[in-house]
């Protein structure tokens, strides 16, 4: 090792220490930052000085840093309700979905932690490893750790299935969480961020010196059933070296406003952070026939508390342009702490909601944060004297072009298209951002940097950059590490399945659910692509298959087709097409299940609440449409059915009673 390199490895280990084990900074942040940079220089330089891993175990960017975790059974979230209105939508739901009667339902309530979900899993009654929830598909693996938390057991009774990951929340007592802000200058906002940053540190020797604890709460994986219900099932946590929250309860649905009204009262005498109860259907076999939707399940929703109030100074009202041209109003506020969160920008929506709530700049207004939602002005509490109200903009602001607004719609638009550099880089950030093309590295900085340098024009140069590697690594701020780990990221999604190819274009409307039905309708990019050219006249045979997939419709379908009408828009799609491999959507269904691939049309009366139905065909990969064509492969008929009926005879398309449909998606 030369010696200066060995210099800064001591360095930065000893600010290490100093910072997160003995939590006394001993320098800035920037003198940090600016030592790793020269030591990673000087590695990429001169290899032979050590293997990257040298400067790994002196610290790193976590989220980098980690191995990760393929979920077997996706992590996902809840749905939110804020009244007992929204808590009745929710039964309601429940009961239209299952075709059921007006007898309660039966939920296990518990107090929804305010930490981070971690998935533990255990081989042969040993624990494997844990993973935190990353996108939902892949966490990371922060299973080193874990080891350093005693709160949960390492292994479990040989009567445990030979597999099964347990869910639960990481988090920090209140307690825990002040004393350990009190010995650190750098303070953690709340106990949450604390938890969060204690745990996914790469040296797990300093998770070992912060105090984490861990509820058990849920499932992942399992190789065999543990119970039949959600109770029982925190029960056997319990039994196994679990820690489940005490104030866990099986309730009926009539008595959940006043369990919600218990926890409320308690919440202030509870040593860790809740913000609100998570009700779940206890029967298990219930859960499975509710399913999913979207990211959340069916069967499951988290009631949240009131949000957290408070008053602030309006500053100004800023306009930001986004990718689809949408002028959207923001409000920057003087910083102040809501419910343990910094707020200095609030929503505004749009033109009319700043109309309709009267605000002006230089009031002095109440806003309000729920949860992890962006915090929203709810009125004016003293107006600014002299008070001018505020102008919309008629042109954007970024452009200069003309900002139109339809009748129907709600929201101003920019017309610059691709002369608006907002629009384009706006694009570019989401084409690259989470749930499209995720490049690591890639973040609006870097697009905007590059953006700015003339490097990147559309999102084919994305995959042109590594052919300017060096030019990178001579940018100031980058060097020849960082430029060949940004190669690596870009290379590693050269490859990208169908749906999320579709969602990082940006198509207005087409968000990351739309994506996924599209693909998983049209298979291949090939076929989804000629379909979509087809689909731009009006009445075609394709623009009226499109507009018929469940969950597309007509207006998404004109969007879609209005895309496509662009030249430059297929220019760019095939220009992608040529750099990458986009994979075809994969089938949720095994390839022996049959109806994986088939179209199916429901209609007339089941016995069988139709959103169940559409949600069993589905899960067997079928794709459910509403109108009856020659790619139609089974008609369910249900009673009173008419006139889809009646096409499918004519059509030759095959006809299935209820009874017929049941007996082919039971499971
Ligand atoms: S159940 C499929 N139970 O809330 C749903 N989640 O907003 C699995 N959370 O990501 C989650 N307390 O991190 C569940 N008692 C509880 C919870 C809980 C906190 C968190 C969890 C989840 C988030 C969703």
């Known amino acids: 090792m030369s010696k200066r390199f060995a210099e800064l490895i001591a360095q930065i280990k000893a600010a290490n220490e100093a910072y997160h084990a003995d939590d006394t900074p001993i320098m800035s942040d920037a003198e940090y930052d600016a030592l790793r940079r020269e030591a990673a220089e000087r590695l990429a330089a001169n290899p032979e000085l050590g293997d990257a891993a040298a400067l790994e175990q002196v610290g790193a960017a976590p989220a980098t840093g980690f191995a990760k975790i393929t979920h077997n059974v996706p992590m996902l979230s809840l749905d939110n309700a804020f009244s007992a209105e929204d808590f009745g939508e929710?039964?309601?739901?429940?009961?239209?979905?299952?075709?059921?009667?007006?007898?309660?339902?039966?939920?296990?309530?518990?107090?929804k932690i305010d930490g981070l979900s971690i998935s533990l899993t255990y081989e042969n009654h040993q624990f494997l490893h844990a993973a935190t929830r990353g996108d939902?598909?892949?966490?990371?693996?922060?299973?080193?750790?874990?080891?350093?938390?005693?709160?949960?057991?390492?292994?479990?009774?040989?009567?445990?299935?030979?597999?099964i990951e347990i869910r639960g929340e990481v988090y920090m007592t209140k307690a825990d969480f002040l004393a350990l802000n009190e010995s650190q200058e750098r303070k953690f906002?709340?106990?949450?961020?604390?938890?969060?940053?204690?745990?996914?540190?790469?040296?797990?020797?300093?998770?070992?010196?912060?105090?984490?604890?861990?509820?058990?709460?849920?499932?992942g994986e399992s190789s065999t059933p543990v119970t039949a219900t959600h109770w029982d099932y925190l029960q056997t946590l319990q039994e196994w070296g679990f820690t489940v929250n005490p104030l866990s309860k099986r309730i009926a649905e009539t008595d959940a406003t006043s369990f919600m009204d218990s926890i409320g009262e308690a919440r202030a005498q509870l040593p860790y952070d809740i913000d609100g109860v998570v009700f779940k259907i206890d029967d298990l076999a219930l859960q499975t026939r509710l399913g999913f939707v979207g990211r959340a399940p069916r069967w499951a929703i988290a009631w949240k508390f009131p949000a957290e109030r408070a008053t602030t100074l309006l500053e100004d009202i800023e306009i930001q342009v986004g990718?689809?041209?949408?002028?959207?109003?923001?409000?920057?506020?003087t910083p102040v702490n809501v419910g343990g969160v910094l707020v200095q920008y609030a929503t505004l929506h749009n033109e009319d909601e700043i109309a309709r709530k009267n605000i002006c700049i230089g009031d002095i207004v109440e806003l309000q944060r729920a949860g992890?939602?962006?915090?929203?002005?709810?009125?004016v509490v003293t107006p600014a004297p002299n008070r001018q109200p505020f102008a919309f903009p008629s042109h954007c602001p970024v452009c200069g072009s003309l900002a139109v607004?339809?009748?129907?719609?709600?929201?101003?638009?920019?017309?610059?298209?691709?002369?608006?550099?907002?629009?384009?880089t706006e694009r570019l950030i989401h084409f690259c951002a989470r749930g499209a093309f995720d490049i690591e590295g890639m973040g609006e900085k870097t697009v905007l940097e590059f953006y700015a340098a003339g490097l990147l024009k559309s999102a084919p140069d994305i995959f042109k950059l590594p052919a300017h590697e060096a030019e990178i690594a001579a940018r100031e701020g980058w060097g020849k590490l960082s430029a060949a780990n940004l190669t690596a990221a870009i290379e590693a999604r050269r490859s990208i399945p169908l749906p999320r190819f579709i969602f990082a274009l940006g198509i207005r409307r087409i968000g990351e659910n739309n994506a996924k039905l599209l693909a998983r309708?049209?298979?291949?990019?090939?076929?989804?692509?000629?379909?979509?050219?087809?689909?731009?006249?009006?009445?075609?045979?394709?623009?009226?298959?499109?507009?018929?997939?469940s969950g597309i419709g007509p207006t998404i379908a004109t969007d879609l087709a209005a895309f496509f009408a662009e030249p430059h828009n297929i220019a760019t799609i095939d220009e992608l097409a040529s750099l990458l491999t986009i994979s075809d959507a994969p089938s949720t269904a095994t390839s022996s299940s049959p109806l994986a691939g088939k179209t199916i049309v429901f209609t007339g009366t089941l016995s069988m609440a139709r959103p169940e139905a559409k949600a069993r065909a589905e899960a067997l990969g079928a794709k459910v449409t509403e109108s009856v064509s020659k790619k139609t492969d089974f008609v369910v008929v249900g009673e009173d059915a008419g006139s889809k009926a009646k096409k499918a005879v004519e059509l030759g398309v095959r006809v299935l009673s209820e009874a017929e449909f049941q007996a082919l998606v039971a499971i």
């Open 136 to 163: 939902g598909t892949q966490g990371e693996d922060v299973t080193r750790n874990l080891l350093t938390m005693d709160c949960f057991p390492r292994t479990l009774p040989t009567s445990a299935p030979l597999r």
């Open 521 to 549: 309708h049209y298979g291949s990019f090939a076929n989804w692509r000629a379909s979509m050219m087809a689909a731009t006249e009006i009445g075609s045979d394709a623009r009226l298959e499109l507009g018929s997939i």
């Open 405 to 424: 607004r339809d009748s129907d719609e709600a929201v101003r638009r920019c017309t610059g298209g691709l002369i608006c550099q907002a629009q384009v």
């Open 90 to 111: 929710f039964c309601g739901r429940i009961r239209r979905f299952l075709g059921l009667d007006a007898s309660a339902l039966h939920f296990v309530a518990e107090p």
């Open 323 to 333: 990718r689809t041209g949408a002028l959207t109003p923001r409000a920057r506020l």
């Open 189 to 219: 906002a709340n106990p949450r961020n604390a938890a969060a940053g204690s745990l996914r540190q790469l040296d797990a020797s300093i998770t070992a010196k912060r105090r984490l604890s861990l509820f058990a709460y849920a499932q």
């Open 372 to 379: 992890d939602v962006i915090p929203q002005i709810l009125g």
